[in-house]
């Protein structure tokens, strides 16, 4: 729901629901400018990766692995400068990694 992006000193946001979560990555997500880790992996998550996110900074750790993302990476995730793990595996994603990505160690 777009509401999570009103959690604003939320330091953490991890949801594992064994593939029970579904529709699609709320852009508001973007709006919890302070946490350090994003994990939404794990569930039957649909559509794009929001280039919205790209706006965290802070964030170090986003884990989306084992959804069913479709589209493109977002190049607006390298505007990620803290990031140093981007999990993407198993999902249904096309492309190329983006060049504003090469900063990221995993």
């Known amino acids: 729901p777009s509401e999570l992006g009103r959690l604003h000193n939320v330091t953490m946001f991890r949801i594992f629901s064994n593939h029970r979560l579904g529709g699609g990555i709320p852009r508001q997500l973007a709006n919890l400018h302070r946490i350090p880790t ?7 998550l649909t559509g794009t990766i929001p280039s919205a996110l790209g706006s965290m900074t802070q964030l170090s750790y986003l884990s989306l692995e084992h959804n069913k ?3 493109t990476i977002p190049q607006e995730l390298g505007g990620m400068t803290g990031l140093r793990h981007l999990g993407l595996l198993n999902n249904h994603l096309q492309g ?5 990505l090469i900063h990221i160690e995993h």
């Open 69 to 71: 993302l479709t589209g």
């Open 96 to 100: 190329t990694i983006p060049p504003s």
């Open 38 to 44: 994003l994990m939404i992996a794990n569930n039957s």
